[in-house]
Nanobody
Framework: QVQLVESGGGLVQPGGSLRLSCAASGSVFGFVAMGWYRQAPGKQRELVALIDRGNGIIYADSVKGRFTISKDNAKNTMYLQMNALKPEDTAVYYC????????WGQGTQVTVSA
């Protein structure tokens, strides 16, 4: 059974940075795609960034130029570097993995506030 565990969330001031990590229990190379979603209070879960096995990447328009997704196959870990954070980035961030099934992490809270 695949497990995804996020870490790195927290409270940061507007304009600040955070790096989220998603550690997989198995090889991340085995995933067809991995990514980050987020859900703010009262809103639907939305895609933030996605990276596929061939390192093709897509970003939500709202985070382009500020967030960077990457993965380290040797460490079985995916990352989300978030810069120039805004209050509207406040949400629970979820790690996502797709093999023949969909897997989710438990989520990590990111709060951007002065």
């Amino acid at each position: 059974q695949v497990q995804l565990v996020e870490s790195g969330g927290g409270l940061v001031q507007p304009g600040g940075s955070l790096r989220l990590s998603c550690a997989a229990s198995g090889s991340v190379f085995g995933f067809v795609a991995m990514g980050w979603y987020r859900q703010a209070p009262g809103k639907q879960r939305e895609l933030v960034a996605l990276i596929d096995r061939g390192n093709g990447i897509i970003y939500a328009d709202s985070v382009k130029g500020r967030f960077t997704i990457s993965k380290d196959n040797a460490k079985n870990t995916m990352y989300l570097q978030m810069n120039a954070l805004k209050p509207e980035d406040t949400a629970v961030y979820y790690c996502y993995g797709l093999t023949g099934e969909v897997f989710w992490g438990q989520g990590t809270q990111v709060t951007v506030s002065a």
